[in-house]
């Protein structure tokens, strides 16, 4: 039973990046904007969405969908920062400066340069 539980994880995240995947196209390609930016919004919005935040900027090879879930991480984090456990804060800070300095060399460097503020934020907020 656990199997199947990690498995439809692993489906629900994969589906998750493929929405915000595609709504980054869509805007990008000006097709239904109001929809895709709902979806973007969506993400930033539900509460606690990390664990498909970090799928997402470990698993994506669009930069745009990657950019998206570290400002998805940002506004959740600020937005529920005196819910969250100080193990969970401590998390969220270590996986983003080690998400921006694992992939310091990459040509998307506006992406880098987000998670890295994404980081000194939750810092000072902490």
């Known amino acids: 039973m656990h199997q ?8 629900q995240l994969q589906a998750t990046m493929q929405a915000v995947e ?3 196209s869509s ?15 969506s993400l ?8 498909a935040c970090k799928y997402i900027l470990e698993n994506s090879q ?8 570290a400002g998805a991480i940002r506004d959740a984090a600020l937005r529920e920062w005196v819910f969250l456990e100080i ?3 401590r998390g969220l800070i270590s996986f983003c400066f080690h998400s921006a300095i694992q992939h310091a060399s990459s040509p998307e460097g506006y992406v880098q ?3 890295a503020s994404v980081a000194a934020q939750l810092i000072k907020r902490g």
């Open 44 to 51: 930033s919005q539900s509460p606690q969405p990390y664990h």
């Open 4 to 11: 199947n539980s990690g498995a439809a994880d692993l489906a």
């Open 62 to 69: 669009l930069a745009n969908a990657r950019f998206q879930a």
């Open 22 to 24: 595609l709504a980054c």
């Open 87 to 89: 193990d969970d804060k």
């Open 113 to 115: 340069a987000k998670v």
């Open 27 to 41: 805007i990008q390609m000006h097709m239904n904007p109001a929809a895709a930016e709902e979806t973007i919004l």
